[in-house]
């Protein structure tokens, strides 16, 4: 059975209302690749938030309503929010229920049947959906790791709240007082769990570390793929190197680097081509840093192609987004844009538009025109590696 579901996307002052459509295909998006979920209402509206809640409490009764009366199974909040919000929104949850059924009690008892005092409902917002994702995605140990160090720090504070509730709860004499309180236990033992991730993820990246110490002192270079998610990066990959990824029309089908080999045949030798996850807009901060590891392949290439769906409406937009991210990153070598997906522009004539503004806006980044899935522009891209190598 599929989980019902509630959408909200609170949208700030600052998104402009030609944005607004494509937020809500995004989050759509993300919820299919996530699987599972029926979709019961969507709610879009400029809302200030609120500090305790985000989502103000009028909003949110309405929304509690009728999440109840429609037996929902989830919120769904496509904005990033502090983790002591979610909580306390579910704190407000649990409160609205109780009344709820208390006002109803006297009345209807079919109807109250039907909910039950042990409905639960979950809140997710955009980063735990994502991170949620990246669990499904996840094959390597590090990016484990990775996922792990990332709930800890979104999760954290909502772990301590429940350790807050189970001190309140204990109440009687001896529970209180005496050593330290459940939240601080909770705390703690959150600490350490974070100190030994970084500790293993230390390990991982010192392993890289040497891994790429040999390939300097073989003189192999390395060329990283880049791109918002579903640009076709994986493809690339594959139209370049063979190597085989998993590759799907969903967000974050690959989340972890993967290396394949590129034989140059000008300068008849191998540079390597690296694969990582995409990127997406409102990516949280905490959630790039977390990735570090992953995106370290990046940040020491010799030289990066930005993948960009060509046939992407909102291509130009995505383009400011992963050059943003990139930006924090802190890249400094060579990035060319790679422009994909050109069987699936509409007309030739289309293309040719397309190709001439492309090429006027964007010359600095030595734009390509290819399609990986037809190998087309294939092997003028390699020849514009081979130029960069040497
Ligand atoms: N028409 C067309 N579709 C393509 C092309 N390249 C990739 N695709 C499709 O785009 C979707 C995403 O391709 P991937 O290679 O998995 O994209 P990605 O950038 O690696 O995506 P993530 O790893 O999820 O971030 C798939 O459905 C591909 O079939 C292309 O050249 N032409
Ligand atoms: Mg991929």
Redesign the pocket.
């Known amino acids: 059975m599929s989980n019902r579901v509630i959408l909200v996307d609170v949208l700030m002052p600052r998104i402009r209302k030609a944005d607004f459509a494509s937020r809500l295909e995004e989050l759509q998006s993300l919820i299919s690749?996530y699987g599972n979920f029926e979709v019961i209402s969507t709610y879009q509206k400029r809302h200030t938030t609120n500090y305790r809640t985000y989502i103000g409490p009028g909003k949110a009764e309405t929304l509690f309503k009728e999440a109840l009366e429609k037996d929902v199974d989830f919120i769904i909040i496509n904005n990033a929010m502090k983790p002591a919000q979610i909580w306390n929104l579910q704190e407000m949850f649990e409160d609205y229920k109780a009344t709820y059924i208390e006002k109803h009690e006297a009345g209807d008892i079919d109807y109250l049947a039907r909910i039950s005092r042990n409905k639960k409902i979950d809140i997710w917002d955009r980063v735990d959906l994502i991170l949620k994702i990246f669990e499904k995605?996840a094959s390597t140990s590090e990016a484990n790791l990775e996922i792990e160090l990332a709930k800890l720090n979104h999760m954290g504070p909502r772990i301590y709240g429940m350790g807050n509730m189970l001190s309140k709860q204990g109440g009687g004499v001896g529970t209180r007082g005496g050593g330290k309180s459940n939240t601080e236990m909770m705390r703690l033992h959150l600490k350490k769990q974070e100190q030994k991730i970084l500790e293993q993820l230390l390990q991982c990246k010192k392993n890289k570390e040497v891994q790429r110490n040999n390939r300097t002192k073989k003189g192999l270079k390395t060329v990283a793929?880049v791109?918002?998610?579903?640009?076709?990066?994986?493809?690339?990959?594959?139209?370049l190197t063979g190597k085989e990824?998993?590759?799907?029309?969903?967000?974050?089908?690959?989340?972890d680097t993967r290396v394949g080999n590129l034989f140059l045949p000008d300068l008849n030798k191998v540079c390597l081509v690296s694969?990582t996850?995409?990127?997406i807009q409102d990516l949280p901060p905490d959630l790039i840093n977390s990735f570090r590891s992953t995106l370290e392949e990046t940040i020491y290439s010799d030289l990066i192609l930005h993948?960009i769906?060509i046939?992407d409406e909102k291509y130009e937009k995505k383009i400011r987004v992963v050059m943003e991210i990139l930006k924090g990153l802190k890249i400094k070598q060579e990035i060319v844009f790679v422009f994909?997906?050109?069987?699936?522009v509409k007309t030739k004539m289309e293309f040719n538009f397309l190709k001439k503004d492309i090429l006027e806006k964007y010359s600095e980044f030595n734009p390509m025109f290819?399609?990986?899935?037809?190998k087309?522009g294939i092997d003028e891209l390699v020849k514009f590696i081979e130029s960069r190598i040497e």
């Not at 994909?340 to 699936?344: C, E, F, R």
């Not at 290819?370 to 037809?374: F, H, L, N, R, V």
Request: charged share 20%; proline share 0%; glycine share 6%.
């Open positions: 690749t995605h793929i791109g918002y998610t579903n640009a076709g990066k994986s493809h690339t990959l594959l139209a990824v998993y590759i799907a029309d969903q967000l974050f089908a690959t989340l694969d996850i995409g990127f993948v769906d046939s994909n997906k050109i069987d699936n290819i399609s990986a899935k037809e087309t």
